[in-house]
């Protein structure tokens, strides 16, 4: 099993980025998908997550309606919609599954 995340960076408050995670090692589509993150100085919490078909979401509170999870089992790709960005989501972005983790993406929100 690999994880790759990519697409962090810099960006402003308010701003969007969209967070990827391309998978390999395993058939894609039979597996529920995570996002998890972790800031500076805290524990890693989930964020979001998403069934093996995709029609099935959850996320925590502090990112409903800002954040969107999706899939595309074609390309064995999660996604991570990211909108509405606050300082407080600054942190390192990892996928998982099956108890694999990716090696996380950087996400920085500052002016």
């Known amino acids: 099993v690999q994880l790759v995340e990519s697409g962090g960076g810099l960006v402003q408050p308010g701003g969007s980025l969209r967070l990827s995670c391309e998978a390999s090692?395993?058939?894609?589509?039979?597996?529920?998908m995570r996002w998890y993150r972790q800031g500076p100085g805290k524990e890693r919490e989930l964020v979001a997550s998403?069934?093996?078909?995709?029609?099935?979401?959850n996320y925590a509170d502090s990112v409903k309606g800002r954040f969107t999870i999706s899939r595309d089992n074609a390309k064995s790709t999660m996604y991570l919609q990211m909108n509405s960005l606050k300082p407080e989501d600054t942190a390192v972005f990892y996928c998982?599954?099956?108890?694999?983790w990716g090696q996380g993406t950087q996400v920085t929100v500052s002016s």
């Open positions: 998982r599954t099956q108890n694999c």
């Open positions: 090692g395993f058939t894609f589509s039979y597996y529920d």
């Open positions: 998403i069934s093996r078909t995709g029609i099935s979401t």
